[in-house]
C-alpha cells in the first residue's frame, strides 16, 4: 500500500492511495471463511458449502466492502500520523479518478480532493484593545427578584372590595337588545375574570371599586377587543360563536379574590441562601445583587469574544480557502438545497470557519482542554440557572446531581455543554491578555447590541 501527497497549491492539495491484493487479500479471506461458516444454502449443510460457489455469490462485495474499510482506514491514519489540517472530508476526485472494477481489477488507485486550512498565527496581546461590558445590577432587578421570592409564599385571601390584579367570581348573563335579561341566553355560573387582563380600559374602569353583590354591565367583546379565544373560555362557547357574540352581559360579584406576597423573613433567606447565610433584610437584598451579577458574567463573556472576534478576524485579514472545494462540501451536507443556498450562504459559512479556526488555535495555544468534570460542572450550573428562574438557589448537591446526570443522556446537550465549557475557559484564559476597556452598562443597553 502506497499513500501519497501532492500539493496542488496552499488550500488544497490530491491523496492519492494504492492498494495491492496483498494488502487486502487477508482480510478477504477471513470474510468469506466467515461467510462460509453460516451460510445456509440449499443442497448443503451450514459450514458445509464449498469455497468457490462461496466466492462465486459473495465474493464481489467481500472484495468492495474490505477494499472500502482499508481504503478508509488508511486515508484518516495518513492525516492524522502527518498531522494534515483538513477541512471538512476528503472527496473522490472527479476528474483524475479512473474506473473501479472489482471484478477484473486487483491492484487500485483511490484519488481524493482534500481542502487544507489556511495557515496564519492567531495570537492576543495587551496592545489588542476590546470592549467588556458588566451589566450593572439594578435596585429594580433586586427588588423584582426579592418580590419573586415573596409571592411564592404568598396566599390569597377574600376581600370586599375590588382592586387592580384581583379576581373576580360570578354569575355571567347575556341581556337583550332593552338591557334585560335574554331569554334562552347565555349564563355562566362561577365565571372568573380578571379584569387588569382586559384590552379595552373603558371597559375595564367598569369593574373599579366593584364590591360583593354589585351587578355590572359590561361588553365582553369589546373589553377583549374580539378576541374569539378569551371569549369561547369566558362564556364557554365555541371559537365560531365567540366570534360572533357582541352581546352586553351582566356580571354579579360572589366573591373578590387577592394575592397577598409573603413576608420578608428569615424563612425565605433560608429558602434562598441556606440556612443561617444571612439574618437581615440588607444582607439578604446584597446575597441577591451578588447571584444577579454572577448570573452576567457569563453574558459579558459571550460579549467579549464577539469583540475579540472581530479584533482578531480584522487583524489576521482574509485568508485564502479553496472555494470550489468548499463549495462541494456545502452541496454534499445539503443535498437538499440548490446551488443558489450555496452561492448565497457561501461568504456567511467561510466567516464562521475563520472563526472557527481562530477559536481552534487560540484553544490549542492556551492549552484547554475539557475534562468529564468540567462538562459536569457546566451541567450543574445550567441545571442551578433552571432552579434559581424558580426562585430556588439554594439546590442541595444530590438533587443537581441527578437533574445533571439526565441532561447528559443525551448527545446534544452534552454538546452544548462542551461548547459552553470552552468558551467560558477561552474566555477566562484571554482576558488578561488584552487590554481590557471596562465599561458599565445597563440591561437594556446590553441587550439593544444584539438586536
Known amino acids: 500500500m502506497n499513500v501519497s501527497l501532492q ?31 453460516k451460510a445456509q444454502v440449499p443442497g448443503f449443510r451450514k459450514g458445509m458449502v464449498p469455497m468457490s460457489l462461496v466466492k462465486k455469490m459473495y465474493g464481489k462485495s467481500v472484495l468492495a466492502e474490505e477494499v472500502n ?25 472527479e476528474d483524475k479518478q479512473t474506473a473501479i472494477d472489482f471484478d ?39 427588588d423584582n427578584q426579592v418580590k419573586a421570592y415573596t409571592q411564592r409564599t404568598g396566599k390569597y385571601d377574600q376581600v370586599d372590595v375590588y382592586a387592580d390584579n384581583d379576581m373576580l367570581k360570578g354569575l355571567l348573563a347575556e341581556l337583550d337588545e332593552n338591557g334585560n335579561t335574554k331569554e334562552g341566553g347565555i349564563q355562566v355560573e362561577g365565571a372568573v375574570m380578571m379584569p387588569a387582563y382586559m384590552k379595552n380600559d373603558e371597559q375595564k374602569a367598569i369593574f373599579a371599586g366593584a364590591k360583593v353583590n354589585d351587578v355590572l354591565v359590561f361588553n365582553p367583546s369589546a373589553a377583549w377587543d374580539g378576541n374569539a ?33 409573603g413576608d420578608l423573613n428569615q424563612e425565605i433567606f433560608n429558602q434562598v441562601l441556606g440556612e443561617g447565610v444571612v439574618n437581615n433584610e440588607a444582607d439578604f437584598r446584597a446575597k441577591v445583587k451578588e447571584i444577579i451579577a454572577a448570573q452576567f458574567v457569563a453574558d459579558s463573556d459571550y460579549k467579549f469574544l464577539i469583540d475579540l472576534r472581530k479584533v482578531l478576524t480584522d487583524k489576521i485579514g482574509k485568508l485564502e ?3 470550489a472545494l468548499l463549495k ?33 488555535q487560540l484553544v490549542k495555544i ?56 470552552v468558551e467560558a475557559k477561552l474566555a477566562a484564559a484571554l482576558k488578561p491578555q488584552v487590554k481590557l476597556e471596562n465599561k458599565s452598562i445597563s440591561m437594556e443597553e446590553f441587550n439593544k447590541m444584539f438586536a
Not at 498565527?121 to 461590558?133: F, I, L, M, S
Not at 371559537?239 to 373578590?256: G, H, L, P, R, W
Open 7 to 37: 500539493n496542488i497549491d496552499k488550500v488544497s492539495a490530491l491523496l492519492t492511495v494504492k492498494l495491492e491484493k496483498a494488502d487486502y487479500q487477508e482480510q478477504v479471506d477471513k470474510s468469506l471463511k466467515n461467510f462460509r461458516q
Open 69 to 93: 474499510k482499508l481504503l478508509s482506514d488508511s486515508v484518516y491514519k495518513y492525516i492524522q500520523d502527518n498531522k494534515i489540517e483538513i477541512l471538512g472530508e476528503p472527496l473522490p476526485n
Open 104 to 142: 477484473t481489477m486487483e491492484e487500485f488507485e483511490f484519488l481524493f480532493d482534500i481542502a487544507l486550512a489556511p495557515e496564519f498565527k492567531a495570537e492576543v496581546t495587551d496592545k489588542d484593545k476590546v470592549d467588556y461590558y458588566t451589566i450593572e445590577v439594578s435596585d429594580e432587578m433586586v
Open 229 to 261: 379565544t378569551e371569549l369561547s373560555s369566558l362564556l364557554k362557547i365555541e371559537k365560531e360563536a365567540a366570534a360572533d357574540m357582541k352581546s352586553n352581559f351582566s356580571f354579579q360579584v360572589e366573591e373578590i379574590t387577592r394575592f397577598v406576597a
Open 321 to 323: 480557502f479553496p472555494d
Open 328 to 360: 462541494r462540501i456545502m452541496r454534499l451536507n445539503n443535498p437538499e438545497k440548490d446551488e443558489k443556498f450555496v452561492d448565497d450562504n457561501y461568504d456567511k459559512s467561510i466567516e464562521e470557519l475563520t472563526w472557527h479556526l481562530i477559536k481552534e
Open 366 to 421: 492556551n492549552d484547554i482542554k475539557v475534562e468529564q468534570e468540567d462538562i459536569m460542572n457546566m451541567a450543574k450550573e445550567a441545571t442551578r440557572a433552571q432552579f434559581a428562574q424558580y426562585g430556588m438557589m439554594s439546590v442541595p448537591d444530590d438533587i443537581l446531581e441527578n437533574y445533571s446526570k439526565e441532561m447528559l443522556k443525551k448527545k446534544e446537550s452534552i454538546e452544548g455543554l462542551v461548547n459552553r465549557v
